[in-house]
């Protein structure tokens, strides 16, 4: 495809586009939230508190006090919507709230695994091209992702949120990518699946796009809610794919 041919490094997003963070995620929740029984509630009920206090509380943390400490580690955030899963249930309990959100770690981590197209598409596009990742969440959180998938051994470059200081859409992250690889916005390629956080940042930074649109990108409590959508009137990407195999064929020409 014409728009790839001056591609000369690739970065890629982290969770649910090189690995099903939503799917570890609700296995987590479901394993941390067995501990609520004795209160009378299945995990799937809390799963559900979950959802409401998630929505309420994490998308107001980047412009809250709660950012400095979220950069660092996720343990704070992560056992303060705990303590708010909870009040959603009725249930008042500092200890558990803590609990809850050791287990929900513990058991997302054990259960995060790469795309299974993931490891064979980096490995091609290895072969020829500079690779990067540029994630967004606490330093302590992403980098163990990282590592637990291995990606460390594979890419050339990692951009964590919560060690830059910085996220995404933030244009200083692509500039901070394009100064590590030593080459202009349009020979570099982003691949994400997140509208809003990925692709419409990176067009605006000049950069070539692929939006990879995955079941997956729902969260756990989502229930019928459907993978984001473009807005109307936003650019778009230079293509839209499904999975990873799309991805390295575009860019390779295969």
């Known amino acids: 495809m014409d728009a790839f041919r001056s591609v000369r490094a690739v970065f890629f997003d982290l969770d649910d586009t090189l690995c099903a963070y939503w799917e570890a995620a609700g296995i987590g929740l479901r394993t941390a939230f067995e501990l609520c029984r004795p209160?009378?509630?299945?995990?799937?009920?809390?799963?559900?508190?979950?959802?409401?206090?998630?929505?309420?509380f994490c998308p107001s943390i980047k412009g809250s006090d709660w950012y400095a400490e979220y950069l660092k580690s996720g343990e704070?955030?992560?056992?303060?919507?705990?303590?708010?899963?909870?009040?959603?249930?009725?249930?008042?309990?500092e200890t558990l709230s803590s609990k809850l959100g050791d287990l929900y770690a513990q058991a997302r981590d054990?259960?995060?695994?790469?795309?299974?197209?993931?490891?064979?598409?980096l490995q091609k596009l290895k072969e020829r091209f500079p690779l990067g990742l540029m994630t967004n969440g606490p330093a302590d959180i992403q980098r163990q992702e990282v590592q637990t998938l291995g990606l460390d051994r594979i890419v050339d470059h990692v951009f964590i949120e919560g060690e830059m200081g910085e996220g995404k859409p933030l244009p200083a992250v692509f500039r901070r990518a394009e100064s590590a690889v030593g080459l202009p916005p349009n020979e570099l390629l982003f691949v994400?699946?997140?509208?809003?956080?990925?692709?419409?940042?990176?067009?605006?930074?000049?950069?070539?796009?692929?939006?990879i649109r995955r079941p997956s990108d729902v969260a756990p409590s989502a229930g019928d809610a459907k993978p984001e959508e473009k807005p109307d009137g936003k650019p778009d990407p230079d293509a839209v794919v499904s999975n990873l195999i799309a991805v390295?064929?575009?860019?390779?020409?295969e």
């Not at 704070?76 to 309990?93: C, D, K, S, V």
């Not at 994400?192 to 939006?211: F, K, M, Q, V």
């Not at 390295?248 to 020409?253: M, N, P, S, T």
């Open 39 to 56: 209160y009378g509630k299945t995990p799937e009920e809390m799963i559900g508190h979950w959802g409401v206090a998630f929505r309420r």
């Open 76 to 93: 704070p955030t992560r056992n303060e919507l705990m303590r708010l899963t909870l009040l959603e249930a009725g249930i008042q309990n």
């Open 110 to 121: 054990e259960n995060l695994r790469l795309f299974p197209d993931a490891v064979e598409t």
């Open 192 to 211: 994400g699946n997140s509208y809003g956080h990925d692709i419409l940042p990176a067009i605006e930074a000049g950069w070539r796009t692929i939006w």
């Open 248 to 253: 390295r064929e575009l860019v390779l020409g």
